[in-house]
């Protein structure tokens, strides 16, 4: 994999993994409710999760990136469509509620439960189910290893994911006060929103390889 598709493919990731939905969402509450160390259970589940449905996304990718050039074509155009979507959608979005993940009664407080919880809300995701459909059929390339590469992407994904998760809550904690005005998580929105969009038109220039 060249380097440049990499790197492309991080500033991807690093936007979707640090745009806030149910995982950061979950590692706030789980946080309040039981501190930031066994939070550490959830989030190592929210990672299993992740390459669970990677594994699950790239089953049968071989296979289309050997098909043809327009079928290349159209994984390229639905990629870019996607982050486009998601650029509007998170600019048009209303200020995320940080006590959206308020603890509930019967959260749960044990390693075990709160892996689980955290692989749950991981494949039942659908930023994350659509993020490995759209598009990582285009970052690989064809004719190398399609394990070696899926593994090194969605460790990647993984690990930016965990740092997100760590950032938020840091945040979350010295700035709960600035983050709670609503005109502030607007301007978030927007910032983020608009990074969704020049990466999604960015995607439209990737080339395929093998054709």
Do not use: E
Request: proline residues 6%; positive net charge; glycine residues 12%.
């Amino acid at each position: 994999m060249p380097l440049s598709t990499w790197l492309l493919f991080c500033g991807v990731a690093l936007l979707t993994s640090f745009s806030p939905g149910p995982g950061v969402l979950l590692a706030i509450s789980n946080a309040m409710a039981v501190g930031p160390r066994q939070t550490m259970y959830s989030s190592l589940g929210n990672a299993a999760g992740l390459f669970i449905v990677s594994g699950a996304a790239m089953a049968g990718m071989g296979a289309l990136l050997a098909v043809s050039a327009s079928a290349f074509l159209v994984v390229k155009i639905v990629g870019a469509g996607y982050l486009v979507y998601l650029g509007i959608k998170q600019w048009r979005s209303a200020p995320l509620p940080l006590d959206a993940g308020a603890p509930r009664p019967g959260q749960p407080h044990t390693a075990g439960k709160l892996f689980l919880q955290g692989l749950g809300v991981a494949v039942t995701n659908p930023k994350a189910i659509l993020f490995f459909t759209a598009l990582f059929p285009q970052f690989l390339t064809p004719g190398g290893s399609l394990l070696g590469q899926t593994l090194l992407l969605t460790t990647t994904f993984t690990v930016l994911a965990l740092a997100s998760h760590a950032f938020y809550l840091g945040l979350f904690r010295s700035l709960r006060r600035y983050l709670a005005q609503p005109r502030h998580m607007r301007l978030f929105n927007r910032i983020s929103g608009g990074l969704f969009v020049l990466l999604g038109l960015s995607l439209l220039r990737l080339r395929n390889r093998a054709v």
